[in-house]
């Protein structure tokens, strides 16, 4: 049910003129993807920079909190420019996202990295910064940041399979497949 719901959503949103604007002016897709990576560089590297710290691998002798409050401005402005910029990529092409399997998969991974950040903040501000001059963080802040790395690095490798989807609707005939791919149509015939 919800499959069906998202894909006629989708086909509402590709019906809509400046999701086929998008698509098909001449740099307007260029422009869009390449601003969500470069955003995407500049603020998962400066989140990795932070968990790379926490975790004692990176300048073990500058307090954490300077290195967080250093790199949040950018990293926060980074994200939002990302997230606009993702948002925009989607509306452009959202049957194709709709049914890409990994596109799903992403999003599933985005959604646990935001619930991770948000536990490892709460965790940061109870540590109340005693731990910020030693090498590496309390154990819960590395654990934290082991799982920020993970997610954060299939995020991005999700990203990058969804131009190149392995799980297209007319070439897979496994039906759990096609449930997770979002693949309504294809589902219905068999």
């Not at 290195?67 to 092409?93: E, N, Q, S, W």
């Not at 646990?112 to 963080?137: E, H, Q, T, Y």
């Amino acid at each position: 049910m919800i499959n069906e719901l998202l894909l006629q959503f989708a086909h509402w949103l590709e019906a809509q003129q400046y999701s086929q604007m998008l698509v098909s002016g001449y740099y307007s897709w260029n422009w869009l993807e390449a601003t969500h990576v470069l955003t995407l560089m500049i603020s998962i590297g400066s989140l990795f920079i932070i968990d790379f710290r926490m975790l004692g691998w990176v300048l073990p002798n500058v307090p954490a909190t300077t290195i967080a409050d250093r790199l949040h401005k950018p990293m926060i402005t980074g994200f939002v420019i990302m997230f606009i910029t993702g948002i925009l990529l989607v509306y452009a092409k959202p049957v194709e996202n709709v049914q890409s399997l990994w596109f799903r998969i992403k999003m599933l991974l985005l959604l646990l990295a935001f619930v991770n950040a948000w536990i490892f903040n709460a965790k940061m501000r109870a540590a109340d910064g005693s731990w910020d001059a030693d090498r590496v963080a309390p154990k819960p802040l590395r654990t934290g940041a082991i799982i920020s790395l993970c997610l954060w690095c299939g995020v991005v490798a999700m990203g990058r399979f969804i131009p190149y989807d392995w799980v297209d609707c007319d070439k897979v005939s496994n039906t759990t497949l096609l449930w997770a791919a979002g693949c309504v149509e294809q589902l219905n015939a068999i």
